[in-house]
């Protein structure tokens, strides 16, 4: 019979050295966290996961993008309060003005939200599939980087620029004497304003779906290398305990006990 005290003891025993092994472990954890020491590489992918070197540059690129928004927004809230015809009227107006909305808009969803959200991707392929952008693959993040910011930057402000020209003069054509029709402002606002805009904003808008292009071949390329590196899973069967193997001498096959012999 097992005296309970002896058995608490020793599970007592147990319990505290498994703490210990695990305050050993936290301990290391913690040494390589605050980069005092050393660690095996191993421990260190267990315990902290590796950085995305792309997704920290989108993550910039998209904090720039939303300071210029920031900034343009209160521009265009102040131009709407103090300016005449202001930005309010000119997207009031429609016509031309309908340029101003849209480019804003434009901006708003291709610039600091996308390029924010772009940066989960590089995340993604970086940290948790642990494939990291190396070669050619690095070019296309570049291209994708420098091409799609530009593109979208200068599109989405020309377009705006345009549609503000636009509205202030089809503002300014509305209040002369004798008025002008609808029709006529309209023709006088394409001709003067309008018109030279789509040859400068077509460019900038092609360079930005070459450079989102760009990032996504990068993309497919740097995804297959990652599952190409994936482990397999090999599904092994369990081993057989040794009361279960028998070993005759002078026979080369080996043979298992399952039932017992009851030919005796």
């Not at 913690?30 to 540059?57: E, F, L, V, Y």
């Not at 300071?67 to 000119?90: E, M, N, Q, R, V």
């Not at 904003?201 to 990652?226: E, M, N």
């Amino acid at each position: 019979m097992v005296c309970p005290h002896s058995w608490f003891g020793y599970n007592m025993e147990k319990i505290s050295n498994v703490s210990n092994e695990l305050g050993k472990a936290h301990a290391e954890i913690r040494t390589a966290q605050s980069g005092k020491g050393t660690m095996s590489d191993t421990k260190w992918q267990m315990s902290i996961s590796p950085s995305s070197k792309w997704a920290n540059r989108f993550i910039i690129a998209a904090i720039i993008q939303g300071a210029l928004a920031a900034g343009l927004t209160a521009w265009l809230l102040y131009d709407a309060t103090y300016d005449t015809p202001g930005a309010a009227k000119i997207v009031a107006s429609g016509g031309g003005g309908t340029w101003l909305t849209e480019g804003y808009l434009a901006y708003i969803m291709f610039g600091p939200l996308a390029i924010a959200v772009t940066a989960l991707f590089y995340q993604h392929l970086e940290v948790n599939l642990r494939a990291p952008y190396k070669g050619w693959s690095n070019i296309f993040a570049w291209l994708h980087l420098v091409l799609m910011n530009v593109g979208v930057v200068a599109g989405t402000w020309l377009m705006m620029n345009g549609g503000w020209r636009a509205g202030a003069l089809a503002y300014s054509l509305g209040q002369q004497t004798p008025p002008l029709s609808p029709g006529q402002i309209s023709g006088q606002v394409h001709v003067q304003v309008l018109s030279g805009y789509p040859g400068y904003i077509a460019p900038f808008a092609a360079i930005a779906i070459l450079g989102a292009f760009a990032g996504g071949i990068g993309y497919l390329v740097v995804w297959r290398r990652a599952l190409k590196k994936a482990p397999q899973r090999v599904e092994t069967r369990p081993q057989e305990s040794a009361s279960n193997l028998r070993v005759r001498e002078g026979d080369n096959s080996d043979s298992f006990v399952g039932t017992p012999d009851n030919s005796h």
